[in-house]
């Protein structure tokens, strides 16, 4: 068995005040189908770089097989039988292979990057989040063929996908690291139930400290007493004033001194018990988001659309009212034009002639005069520079917006930084932080729980589901589409 081992492992970037790998001692078997997971930032693709030796570390990281990154920037050199078989064995078309890269859907380029990754011969697979892009099916495809390999490393936020297709799970936690021989839903409901019952024991050590501090209380009382009877003349009686010999007072001094001793060890063990729970647990946070309302109870109707791309028509036939206050979820395989038409209805002259060529659309188009849009689209490299001179440029509330980023986790130092230096669900999380700074008519949202962990999933969710905006979205992540959606609208 081939086996990584990781001995005292330390690792923190340059210039940020946290650790995000502490003296982390495991061995990880090279044949295991492994997920790595945790929450946005926590260090998942930074170790990823560790394994690969790009990053000056302490501790010694020993046994690591040539290793290739999904994604990668260039195709591997491979075989092309081989790319090819591996393409047939996820159910995708192999001629993709002949088509140039930026001529393909991103599903279809997963598929492609993920055939080239494991057509190279004694490799070893680091996987960084492949669902994105992917639509249902395409999901199911690429996660039944994960689950037909072996001996590799996978990163995603898509707790049934990795169910799917891994039999370990290495978690960054909040304190540390922890590495079980279950699938991560296994892990994520023994990590429930530990966090319950740590919560359940510190309210139970709460109350006990309580009583105990009431005590402590009482005592010092006592002894100050006892201090002011020395002078006799404050004993509140005779009797008391008689009582007070020189001998009541050493005895008493003495029994309420170990007492209180006795008392201050107690209260100190069960703080030392307090403080070693709920290490783990993670913060709920509650964003917030403020629509505005458009006096066009319809803002978009759309009556037999066409939607065309430097002329070729991507769509057609689309017949699509979005009332006020609705959230519609559009779906449809990969590649069917969602994005585009999304484009489209932004009205942004920059995005409708993205990248040198044009959307258009012809029928019967209505868009309220005036309508507020906030965009969240799925590429995150259209952010560049510092935060703070982002939310600047989009005429964002910088106090909303990093109380929001704050929420999420986000340093102070952090928004002074440059998004370079940020892992890719924060950068995500950037994009959608300006859209809740807007109040908006209508939120057109882009796949926006891409790269987004499970639990800013949830909080994205019950945001959107109480709040009474307008929506049209395109989402692959189920649970979102069934809880949030008034409406589903189905393309092609
Ligand atoms: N070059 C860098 N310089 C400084 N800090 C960085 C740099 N790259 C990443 N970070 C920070 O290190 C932390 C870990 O980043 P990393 O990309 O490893 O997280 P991740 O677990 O992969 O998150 P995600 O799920 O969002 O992809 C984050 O807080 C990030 O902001
Ligand atoms: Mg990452």
Redesign the pocket.
């Known amino acids: 068995m081939p086996m990584i081992n990781i001995k005292d492992l330390s690792f923190g970037?340059?210039?940020?005040d946290?650790m995000?790998f502490d003296d982390i001692t495991i061995s990880l078997d090279t044949t295991w189908k492994l997920a790595l997971a945790?929450?946005?930032?926590?260090?998942?693709?930074?170790?990823f770089?560790l394994l690969r030796g790009e990053l000056d570390h302490s501790g010694t990281i020993t046994g690591v097989p040539p290793t290739v990154l999904f994604p990668m920037d260039e195709l591997p050199d491979c075989e092309e039988w081989k790319v090819r078989k591996e393409l047939n064995l996820m159910g995708a078309d192999p001629d993709i292979m002949w088509r140039p890269m930026d001529t393909l859907s991103g599903g279809e380029r997963t598929k492609l990057m993920l055939a080239y990754l494991f057509a190279g011969d004694g490799i070893y697979p680091l996987i960084?989040?492949p669902t994105n892009h992917l639509d249902r099916q395409g999901r199911e495809a690429v996660a039944s063929y994960l689950a037909s390999k072996e001996g590799f490393i996978l990163?995603s936020?898509d707790r049934a996908f990795l169910d799917r297709c891994t039999d370990h799970t290495l978690v960054?936690t909040k304190s540390g690291v922890e590495l079980v021989g279950t699938t991560f839903s296994t892990w994520w409901e023994n990590n429930e139930q530990r966090q319950e019952s740590e919560l359940a024991r510190n309210n139970q050590l709460k109350k006990e400290m309580g009583s105990i501090e009431a005590a402590m209380k009482k005592n010092a009382q006592w002894s100050s007493k006892a201090e002011s009877y020395k002078n006799r003349a404050n004993a509140p009686s005779k009797v008391a004033q008689n009582h007070w010999t020189r001998a009541y007072e050493g005895s008493k001094a003495k029994k309420l001194m170990s007492l209180s001793k006795n008392l201050e060890q107690r209260n100190e063990k069960k703080l030392e018990e307090k403080q070693s729970l709920l290490k783990d647990l993670e913060r709920e946070q509650t964003l917030k988001i403020f629509g505005s309302t458009h006096h066009d109870k319809t803002p978009i109707m759309l009556k037999d659309v066409t939607v065309l791309r430097d002329g070729e028509v991507v769509a057609s036939g689309i017949n699509l009212t979005v009332g006020q206050g609705q959230k519609i979820s559009l779906q449809g395989t990969n590649g069917c034009g969602k994005s585009t038409l999304i484009k489209f209805l932004t009205g942004d002259e920059a995005l409708m002639n993205e990248g040198g060529s044009s959307i258009t659309a012809t029928g019967d188009i209505h868009i309220a005069k005036g309508l507020k849009i906030s965009y969240v689209g799925q590429d995150t490299s259209v952010l560049k520079g510092c935060l703070y001179d982002i939310a600047d440029d989009r005429g964002c509330d910088k106090t909303q917006f990093s109380t929001i980023l704050v929420k999420m986790g986000f340093t102070k130092e952090?928004l002074y930084?440059d998004v370079?230096?940020?892992?890719?669900?924060?950068?995500?999380f950037v994009m959608l932080a300006l859209s809740l700074c807007e109040r908006a008519d209508i939120y057109l949202w882009d796949e926006p729980l891409n790269?987004?962990?499970v639990y800013m999933r949830k909080e994205i969710e019950r945001l959107v589901k109480s709040s009474d905006v307008t929506m049209l979205f395109v989402e692959h992540d189920k649970a979102f589409v069934e809880n949030v959606a008034d409406e589903c609208f189905e393309f092609g």
């Open positions: 970037y340059d210039g940020s946290k995000l945790g929450r946005n930032g926590r260090g998942k693709t930074t170790f770089k960084d989040e990163i936020h960054i952090m930084r370079d230096a940020l892992s890719l669900g924060q950068k995500k790269y987004i962990d």
